[in-house]
């Protein structure tokens, strides 16, 4: 079954875009487990059914896939905008657990994005880990909001200049931060970390970048830092791009990863 409709969410106040995908004989099977695949900076709901091979991989799955829309957001409660975090966190769901068949428990439920998604996926996971058993991180950006923060803070109108992109990022990032660009540990992906390491229930995560990808770097900071906290952290790394011929590779890969 794949489906591309609308969802009415009463904490954005407004019809919003979400696709779903499930193998065919996913109603004939008791609670499925439940996958929310969450878009980059540039997709929207569809993005991963139209530039993946999602429907191969997951065939066997037991999985209903739910990819949601949420713009530019980076899956925040905005400063100057709308509570996505909230919507996607809490409100939706609460939506998919009414509609479908599927089940409740933590380790039926994943979480997997790529990009600014895969800085979503990894803040759900981290802020939720009663409810996420696991996450998928392909080429996740923002790993250290903080710095990102202070050099927007220092450099952003100069760095703006240089490219439409630049300039398009710094706005959004004034919506979402506020035009202080206040930091808060709660959008920190490395905080949150260390903020649940102790505890029992933890996600298990695998996360991914390309070799060739200008977020390599930052993703293997990331790694490093994250082996000095007690979780179930695995990071991959081989020659692609920070592309849909990388993520789509990297999808199956995250799949594999969850299934065993």
Known sequence: MTFHGSVYSKVLGFKTGISVFAPDNFVEKSRCKVVYLLHGLHGNSQTWLSDTMLSVYAGDSNAVFIMPEVGRSFYTNMKHGLNYFMYIGEELPEIVKNVFNISSKREDTAVIGCSMGGYGALKLALSKPGQYGFCGAISPACLFISKYLEQLKKEGQAWAAHSPDNAAILRDFYAIFGEDLEYNKKDDIFSLAKEISQLKKKPKIYAACGKEDDLLEENRQFNHAV??????????????????????????????????
């Open 227 to 260: 082996k000095e906290l007690k979780l179930d952290y695995t990071f991959d790394e081989w020659t692609g791009r920070h592309d849909w011929n990388f993520f789509n590779e990297a999808l199956q890969k995250t799949l594999n990863a969850w299934k065993n």
